[in-house]
């Protein structure tokens, strides 16, 4: 590549990541804008609907809840996701088509619809199991099926799980050991990926929490905002916030994870 | 043998423990309606190398598998050291196994991964450590013990793959195809290297492999397959000098298949009389004799001269020490193998007679050759 295309090239990265960064700034920084303006017109800057968050003990509990059910679920779709696609590469083949399809399913069906499917099954856990709003989790461990599945399967791809595991299993390995200590440490970007994705899904969810009467963060936002416009969007500030906090972390730990063991194939 | 924390051992006796005997007994392996293995029996004898040979498909990997226990037998015993260990999973059949892919986990250094079959076994991390050098150092990879995979050569991750088979000292080293990864030069000092330390060791070996040369050089036995059943075993100038079978005499090594008669325990090609490997149970008539090329060969003659083993040099193939020509002799040709420096007197286009030494031959009816 001569100096003169490489310039070109590195103008249009430029201009790409400044383009990008100015549509997820600027709303951003108009979001914040809004949530420290004063009561009155002319009156300074405050961080008022900021503090007021913590003094809300629903809010709080709605953000509680929702932090809860982003590990539940993100625990849950790795421990039921990882070993079964696991499984079925390595031993039941024909079954990793027909197991793609059910995850993906979720993406198809709105869900309005699968609030439809859900409350009857929900009426009967309330009655019966528990009115926890960690029930959710059951719900949304459904509803992130087809990011992690994604997340999972673009991971699996890069590793020759099965000579690995054989190799593994020669030296006396058994198969929770393949797979924690041999496959995990070998696709740590795409259980971070899975992570992430698993924790923003749950974060910014908000109809099935709605329509099954249960106050999440986005619920509590929505609520917050029909009497409490600026608490409302600074609650939506500080949700992004973390979001981008804990991309950021897994980056920095899929990165480190990545230096310890090299490049996955020299 | 067990070795103590402080002992000061070299890396033989680390290795060295009393070599088992695995027998395999009528396995049989079925893929739907294929049958990969068809009731093979196998006796390997306690520190002996023998190398399972032939074309894809024949079964060799999957008798490998077997005893692996990295896929379950549809019939048929695996007896390791005495112990039938035919319902054992994978992890518990005391075996090492070297693959054709490189298996080292990426994610571990060359010591990690060799010491980690002795972490699956629970000993203890000095021990575990001291034991992963003396492998590397085994294999002459001692100073690269705290490189990645993606760190070291194709022919390095395979040693670090030997070096972590034999750390556990397996009763059984299982080699799936180690070399054919790797490029000519590499797979050949590999060879020599593999065969060096199963020496050392002297532990008990099933090597898998499509490479004839590979097979001969390697191994104490070779045992040539063909549609999951052995068509012989037995040392490998055996197999090469006298096949039980005209697959074997033809996978192994090159043939020309010479029409001829037999008549009374020896075949007539053309006016040179040979003897039968197997004469008595050859019965007279047409057949197509299976002559070595390096029982073949040459002398210069006019370029007028005539008969049936008068012929046409059309190519000449060198091979460093040796070369190989192409003789039209008329109505077929034949490969003749002689040393470069007799090969320079019969260049190409040039008049020769051939002649057929007296080995033993071996025929066939089959008109075909065998599919390699």
Known sequence: MNRRRRRRLAIFSAVVYVVLGLFFLIPIAAMIEFATRGVALGSPRTLSAFTSISADPELVGAIAASLELALIVSVGVLALLLPTMIWARLRLARLVRPLELICLTPLTIPAIVLVVGFAPIYRWLEINFSDSILILSFAYLILVLPYCYRALAAGLATVDIRTLSEAARSLGAGWGTVVYRIIVPNMSSAVFNACLLCVAVVLGEFTIANLLDFENLQVAIATLGTYSAQESIALAVLSLLFVFVFLFALTFLSRFASRRRGAMRG | ?372
């Open chain 2, 1 to 372: 043998m067990s070795v103590g924390a402080s002992g000061q051992m070299g890396p033989s006796q680390s290795t060295a423990r009393s070599a088992a005997e695995v027998r395999l007994e009528d396995l049989s392996r079925h893929y739907g309606s294929t049958v990969a293995l068809d009731g093979l029996n196998l006796t390997i004898e306690p520190g002996e190398l023998v190398a399972l040979l032939g074309p894809s498909g024949c079964g060799k990997t999957t008798a490998l598998r077997l005893v692996a226990g990295l896929e379950d037998a549809d019939g048929g015993r695996v007896v390791i050291a005495g112990r039938d260990v035919t319902q054992l999973p994978t992890s518990r059949r005391d075996t090492g196994m070297v693959f054709q892919a490189y298996s080292l986990f990426p994610h571990m250094t060359a010591r990690e991964n060799v010491a980690f079959g002795l972490r699956m076994r629970r000993v203890a991390a000095t021990e575990r450590r001291r034991r992963a050098g003396e492998m590397l150092e085994l294999v002459g990879l001692d100073t690269q013990a705290d490189r990645y995979a993606h760190q070291l050569s194709g022919g390095q991750q395979q040693r670090v793959a030997l070096a972590r088979a034999l750390a556990i000292r397996p009763s059984i080293l299982l080699l799936d195809e180690p070399l054919s990864a790797l490029d000519a030069r590499v797979r050949s000092q590999l060879r020599d290297e593999i065969r060096r330390v199963q020496r050392e060791v002297g532990i008990t070996t099933l090597f898998v492999t499509h490479d004839q040369e590979e097979a001969l050089a390697i191994a104490d036995r070779v045992g040539v397959m063909r549609a999951g059943r052995l068509e012989q075993l037995g040392p490998p100038t055996t197999i090469y000098s006298q096949p039980a079978t005209p697959f074997v005499a033809e996978f192994v090594g090159l043939t020309n298949r010479l029409a001829g008669v037999v008549t009374g325990g020896v075949v007539d090609v053309r006016g040179v009389r040979l003897p039968l490997i197997a004469a008595a149970e050859t019965p007279d008539g047409p057949a197509v004799a299976l002559v070595r090329p390096e029982a073949v060969s040459l002398a210069a003659v006019a370029p007028s001269s005539n008969g049936p083993l008068s012929g046409t040099v059309i190519a000449v193939a060198f091979l460093g020490a040796v070369s190989r020509l192409t003789v039209d002799l008329g109505d077929t040709t034949v490969l003749v193998q002689i040393p470069t420096s007799e090969a320079a007197a019969h260049p190409g286009g040039s008049r020769v007679q051939v002649a057929l030494r007296q080995d033993p031959v071996l025929v066939t009816r089959d008109q075909a050759p065998a599919r390699r």
